[in-house]
């Protein structure tokens, strides 16, 4: 089955500065990643996701890259404000698969 | 839309009882999941169902789990006999994709 891990687990950065979240999937059938981000009490809620098809995709201050031959996604955050700080997951999935393999997380915590 | 509810939103019981987990999923979503939560396991799916018929169980972790879906708009958890090890956070998530929204979350706590 498909196996997700997910770097670093914990990630410390200064306010405005960027932050970079990578994930490696094993199904090479996936072709669903969506990051969701989970605050304190809260249950996880989708952020952006990406499709096999696309490389990369945008969402104001959030971007996901995509590198099928490798493997490997990532989230990228710029300008990152206090209220970024949350746990952040990766997640895949195959062709019409409803099942999503989660990583680990990532504590991502914002200085000011 | 009131998103996906999960009751009770905190549960502490003692070891032995019956524990049950609600969830009312998003109208118009035809899957529905149910999640745990750990520090050291993550997010494990626990079990799907589509258009309230179970698909996937195999991460129902014992016998002493069940989960039932009797309509489109109800589905429950049960943990009969509860044991410390099934202290969590229970999640349950809808979709009509495969984009899955969350519940806030049971968080159970078995003394």
């Known amino acids: 089955g498909e196996n997700v891990e997910q770097h670093p687990s914990t990630l410390s950065v200064q306010e405005g500065d960027s932050a970079v979240i990578k994930c490696t999937y094993s199904?090479?059938?996936?072709?669903?990643f969506p990051w969701y981000k989970q605050e304190l009490g809260k249950g996880p809620q989708l952020i952006i996701d990406?499709?096999?098809?696309?490389g990369e995709k945008k969402d104001q201050r959030i971007a996901v890259t995509l590198n099928k031959t490798a493997k490997h996604f990532s989230l990228h955050i710029t300008e990152t404000q206090p209220e970024d700080s949350a746990v952040y997951f990766c997640?895949?999935?195959?062709?019409?698969?409803?099942?999503?393999?989660f990583g680990q997380g990532t504590r991502l915590t914002i200085n000011p | 839309d009131a998103g996906v509810i999960q009751s009770p939103r905190h549960e502490v019981t003692e070891m032995g009882q019956e524990v049950t987990l609600r969830c009312k999923p998003i109208?118009?979503?035809?899957?529905l999941f149910w999640y745990r939560q750990t520090m050291m396991r993550g997010l494990e799916l626990l079990i799907y169902?589509?258009?309230?018929?179970?698909?996937?169980d195999s991460g129902m972790p014992e016998d002493r789990f069940s989960a039932k879906m009797p309509n489109a708009s109800f589905s429950t958890l049960k943990i009969q006999p509860s044991e410390p090890r099934d202290s969590a956070v229970y999640f349950c998530?809808?979709?009509?994709?495969?984009?899955?929204?969350f519940g806030s979350g049971t968080q159970l706590s078995v003394l």
């Open positions: 998530a809808s979709s009509s994709g495969q984009k899955l929204f």
């Open positions: 199904d090479s059938a996936s072709n669903y």
């Open positions: 990406i499709r096999s098809n696309v």
């Open positions: 997640a895949a999935s195959g062709e019409g698969a409803q099942k999503l393999v």
């Open positions: 109208s118009g979503h035809d899957y």
């Open positions: 169902f589509n258009n309230n018929v179970p698909i996937d």
